[in-house]
């Protein structure tokens, strides 16, 4: 079974706001508050294999950038998201898929600068919102393990590069099984995963693994569903 059948995602944003009035000549106004948990920029979704909707201005400097830094032609647009009115996110592929790359592009100045956010192909990027205005990253990752392949779903946050394993397991492509992973040393093996966005306990969105293991040992099947919410430092899993 291919390892796209075994990831499904959907996601979806949830807006919060507030207002209040003030009476004339009340007390003194309180000092304002740093960026309340309300302020959470809602997830993005990035566009596979082409750039978001963008002006043909913007457009052309993307373009102009990608010669000039001698990556057109030789790699392919993996995905794009826009961040804000200022910056995107853009996903390189090449032909091997050995080199791929995810910049992130300052569009405010006539010549585009960027920066290297992560290398190596990922899955079903998403731009996930913080408190107090952080962004990250959420994608997952596909690497040799034993035989098999480790999957993991991650996210790296874009100011500093940081990433956060939320949860990992190795699976086989192949279907295979245990018959095969088991003597290879992998005791716990992953059949089925899905992420998707749901809303937290306490309220605002939380990234949802819904994941099956099966026990090499055993035989035995396990299913669970791990969320994980947004902090101004990362994720944490929900209690």
């Known amino acids: 079974m291919p390892a796209s059948a075994f990831l499904r995602s959907s996601f979806a944003a949830l807006l919060m706001a507030a207002a209040g009035t003030a009476a004339a000549q009340a007390p ?14 809602a997830p993005v979704v990035c566009a596979p294999k082409q ?26 647009i993996d995905f794009s998201c826009r961040i804000d ?15 791929s790359r995810v910049y992130a592009l300052d569009l405010t100045k006539d010549n ?16 996930v919102g913080r408190p107090g205005g952080g962004r990250s990253l959420f994608h997952v990752a596909s690497a040799p393990d034993r035989g098999v392949t480790l999957r993991s779903y ?22 295979r099984g245990c018959a095969f992973a088991g003597p290879k040393g992998v005791q716990r093996l992953l ?13 605002g969105a939380a990234i949802a693994i819904d994941h099956e293991e099966v026990d090499c040992a055993s035989g035995r099947r396990d299913r669970r569903t791990d969320v994980f919410v947004p ?4 994720f944490v899993a929900q209690k």
């Open 51 to 76: 750039l978001f909707p963008m002006s043909d201005e913007i457009r052309k400097r993307v373009v102009g950038w990608l010669r000039q830094e001698g990556l057109s032609g030789r790699h392919l």
């Open 85 to 99: 009115d200022r910056r995107m996110l853009l996903g390189l592929v090449d032909a091997t898929a050995l080199d």
């Open 112 to 127: 585009v600068s960027a920066r290297l956010v992560l290398e190596g192909l990922i899955e079903a990027p998403v731009l």
């Open 231 to 234: 902090t101004r430092d990362g």
């Open 191 to 203: 059949t089925a995963a899905a992420a998707k966005m749901v809303e937290a306990k306490g309220g």
């Open 28 to 41: 003194p106004a309180k000092p304002a508050a740093p960026p309340s948990e309300s302020a959470v920029p």
């Open 154 to 175: 991650r996210a790296t946050d874009l100011a500093s590069g940081k990433t956060q394993t939320l949860y990992a397991a190795p699976f086989d492509a192949n279907g």
